[in-house]
């Protein structure tokens, strides 16, 4: 489990077929691996992978097909990538709770700049737009966000200075593809919603 509060960047150093699956060296000099041991979860660009091998500044990952097929970017050597450790029970939970298991890829429609801050508009999946709301928590590429305004299947989102600098969402732009997961909450509410109105249609 994460809180979507990226703590490094990190770039794809190396990536190598295994079976279909693909085996990721990533380069991250800025964290902090002291309390990392092999076996632990850290989400890279809110993909939830398991360290295999590590050193002061760098680890490695596999990455099965399945995750590949259903996220973007992780086949890309050289793409910088958000990073976050898993969460301890004593951390502070500055997002909201994230899963890293990436519900579907959306587009980015606009990344423009209003004032010291920067609007972006993404484009939901169709089966995923009906999960984010106004105000609401939406994850992408890891990052841990506020919904501010959701319109057909498109979102928009506030992105302050501080964001944008410690996360690879300056990289956007128009067209760009972004890995996307929803609020747990509204899944799991949408999901005790339809089995309710299952049980009493029976």
Known sequence: MFTGIIQALGTIHGATPQRGDLRLEIHAPGMDFSDVKLGDSIAVNGVCLTAIEQDSESFVVDVSRESLDCTVGLDQVGLVVNLEKAMRPIDRLGGHL???????????????????C????VRAPADLAR????????????????????????FSINLIPHTLQETNLKYLKAGSKVNLEVDLIARYCERLLSFRLTLDQA
């Open 98 to 116: 994230v899963s890293g298991h990436v519900d579907g890829v959306g587009e980015v429609v606009r990344f423009e700049q209003v004032g010291d």
């Open 131 to 154: 999960y984010f709301a106004a105000k609401g928590s939406a994850t992408i590429n890891g990052v841990s966000l506020t919904t501010n305004r959701v319109e057909g299947d498109c």
């Open 118 to 121: 920067y609007e972006l508009v």
